[in-house]
């Protein structure tokens, strides 16, 4: 059921951007039903501009666009944003599913898409952008956890590992500050999207034990169904690239864990 403007929280603002007038009018209704504000392009050039004069919360793009494509779009995006990224594709084709995901994309809906269904990836991606890790969960800290420290160059001391507060997970030259969501590789910071960060935390809470497809799909993404793994594969592999190939382990046959 549609909820109004007060139920979503500082008004959401999500940048659409789709050449069919027809599809660009009806999902812009559907969503301010839903108390969204939607700010609409007809071409991928115009979407970029839109997107480089103001903030959005969202960004909501079609595949194919006149112009600069929606690929071509998410790819530019990513250059200087984080902010979600759900792709349309018309098709669900394979390569389209693929080159948006390698460009960036968050997840990825098929045209025509049901309202409820577009509704529930936006707010899991919008869950994910504003995830905040409270004391004691997965991502906080855990008691007797090799790789934990309030600092990368400082251990906790004999005795006292996982004290009362947010903490630093390290891996080698991999640390996450899991209360101030940052990540540093080298000493250096790590950009990642929202979905990797929630990605990098998932196997960050499970060090060296292997989490399948499916698991990471209900956790991670959200999925309350079997989703299409590719997106997982994906933000594996973009994942990989930006904290090191090494860092997370695939296990032929059952899924990927992040080595100690």
């Known amino acids: 059921m549609p909820v109004s403007a007060a139920d979503v929280v500082a008004r959401v603002t999500i940048l659409l951007v789709e050449d069919d007038a027809v599809i660009r009018r009806s999902v812009t209704m559907a969503l301010e039903r839903y108390g969204y504000r939607v700010i609409a392009a007809a071409d991928g050039l115009t979407g970029l ?3 480089r004069e103001g903030r959005h919360d969202l960004l909501l793009l079609d595949v194919m666009l006149p112009g600069l494509d929606g690929i071509g779009l998410c790819r530019r995006i990513r250059e200087s944003s984080v902010d979600p990224v759900l792709m349309m594709s018309a098709r669900g084709d394979a390569l389209d599913v693929v080159s948006g995901l390698e460009a960036g994309a968050d997840d990825y809906v098929v045209k025509p898409v049901d309202t409820a269904v577009l509704v529930a990836r936006i707010r ?7 995830f905040t890790p409270a004391p004691g ?12 420290s309030d600092r990368p160059d400082r251990p906790d001391p004999p005795g006292r590992p996982g004290r009362d507060r947010h903490a630093r997970l390290v891996f080698a030259d991999l640390a996450i500050d899991t209360g101030g969501l940052e990540v540093f590789r080298a000493g250096e910071p790590v950009a990642l999207a929202p979905t990797e960060l929630r990605l990098l935390l998932e196997f960050a809470a499970n060090p060296g034990i ?15 169904w079997d989703g299409d793994s590719r997106v997982v594969d994906l933000c594996v592999q973009r994942l990989r690239k930006k904290i090191g ?6 296990v032929r046959g059952f899924g990927y864990k992040l080595r100690r």
């Open 137 to 148: 969960t997965a991502a906080g800290p855990v008691a007797d956890r090799p790789g934990m």
């Open 245 to 250: 190939a090494e860092r997370i382990e695939t």
């Open 124 to 130: 899991s991606l919008l869950r994910r952008a504003t």
């Open 49 to 51: 501009e839109l997107f």
């Open 210 to 224: 292997v989490l399948d497809r499916q698991t990471l799909l209900r956790d991670v993404w959200d999925y309350g």
